[in-house]
């Protein structure tokens, strides 16, 4: 099989070109050209021998996705939707801010993890995706949209993404053989050179893979919370019955001497009535400051719920998030509310599907869910809407 260099951080790439009796210094004029240039055809990697150049095509290729469908948002976000194969296909988000561009990347077909709040997860899982097919993602999104504002021509220095995000479709760290290469790639100056703290890995609470994390490759770390309680976040994230609330907050105790930054990100999903109550305020501080008698240095981030049927869930109101956040401010939790981004194009927090061949029957296996759920869904608007 022809090898996919999007595949290969730059120690793997070093390898391939011993194996093929190169020395590592073409490793780094590889990457170079791949990553910094965006060329995928050998011939015009003019640094390289050319008995190199003629040898390549033969053993190996820059191959990146098809891409399916683009659609942008009014706000400037650009989802895309990239096929796998097999039936399965991954949607990435561009998402530009003022002095930033962040990409939200995906690390599987589907989510095993089935949180309640998020549409990956209702529709079930395929597999993990190669280290390619993360790279891939981020490959094809920055040398488009190079193109796309014109950057090509202010050099080649000029990154239009600036942070990445571990995000979008999937729980990255069920993926971590594939997710670690594809990390080191980011943070090479060879490749993309972002900093640690601009690179995220956000994670339903896998807790061995936290540890994992720190001693390889430490970047920003973000932790889907959603609830105060073992017993609330057992419902809410099932991975909760297996790493509870304890165990995942002392994992990210002994993350912090090993991060770049000197807080952990808590994601919490506001959800009417289910999670977003004064009370429920208190319990989050007694927990977040109060964790093994010293607390967990954070910020939280409360993210509006994006609905969907098969949730059974709805959104908190725009003055009960408010209220939530505020509380937890004035008990010196730096808390922030997260900017509903791309809703138009399905491509806000907790809306990525893509198209995924289930191969866990989520569909036939999942319950309606309407316990938890307030009869009238209340929809977070756009900042130019007025709250009725």
Request: aromatic share 6%.
């Amino acid at each position: 099989m022809t090898a996919n260099l999007l595949g290969f951080d730059l120690d793997g790439l070093a390898a391939f070109c011993e194996r093929l009796g190169e020395k590592r210094f073409r490793a780094v004029q590889l990457l170079r050209w791949i990553h910094q240039r965006g060329e995928s055809r050998f011939s015009e990697m003019s640094d390289l021998a050319r008995s190199l150049r003629d040898k390549l095509p033969s053993l190996c290729e820059v191959r990146a996705l098809p891409v399916l469908a683009q659609h942008e948002s009014a706000d400037g976000t650009i989802k895309w939707l990239f096929d796998v194969g097999d039936g399965n296909a991954v949607e990435t988000v561009f998402i530009p801010e003022e002095g930033r561009g962040t990409l939200c990347i995906s690390s599987q077909a589907g989510c095993a993890v089935g949180c309640r709040f998020c549409s990956t997860g209702a529709q079930g899982f395929s597999r993990n995706l190669s280290t390619a097919e993360i790279v891939a993602q981020l490959w094809f999104a920055e040398h488009f949209l190079r193109r796309h504002l014109g950057h090509n021509e202010r050099g080649l220095s000029e990154r239009v993404i600036s942070n990445v995000v571990l995000m979008g479709m999937g729980e990255p760290l069920q993926n971590y053989a594939a997710l670690l290469p594809a990390l080191r790639l980011m943070l090479d100056d060879h490749g993309y050179g972002l900093s640690r703290r601009r690179v995220t890995v956000s994670t339903s609470g896998v807790v061995p893979m936290i540890e994992r994390l720190a001693a390889d490759c430490p970047v920003a770390l973000a932790v889907s919370l959603h609830a105060p309680t073992d017993a609330l976040r057992d419902d809410l994230v099932p991975l909760n019955r297996k790493y509870p609330i304890a165990e995942l907050l002392d994992a990210c105790l002994a993350y912090l001497p090993h991060a770049p930054r000197d807080f952990i990100t808590f994601e919490y999903c506001m959800l009417d009535g289910v999670n977003d109550q004064d009370a429920h305020a208190e319990q989050l501080i007694a927990l977040l400051q109060g964790h093994r008698g010293q607390g967990v240095p954070c910020k939280v981030n409360l993210i509006p719920f994006n609905p969907f049927p098969a949730s059974g869930l709805s959104c908190s109101s725009r003055v009960r998030v408010l209220a939530f956040g505020q509380r937890l401010n004035a008990a010196g939790i730096v808390t922030t509310v997260r900017k509903t981004r791309g809703d138009d194009i399905d491509a806000a927090c907790g809306q990525l599907a893509g198209e995924v061949l289930d191969r866990t029957g989520v569909s036939g296996r999942r319950e309606p869910q309407t316990a938890l759920a307030s009869p009238q869904p209340v929809i977070w608007r756009k900042p130019h809407e007025k709250v009725s």
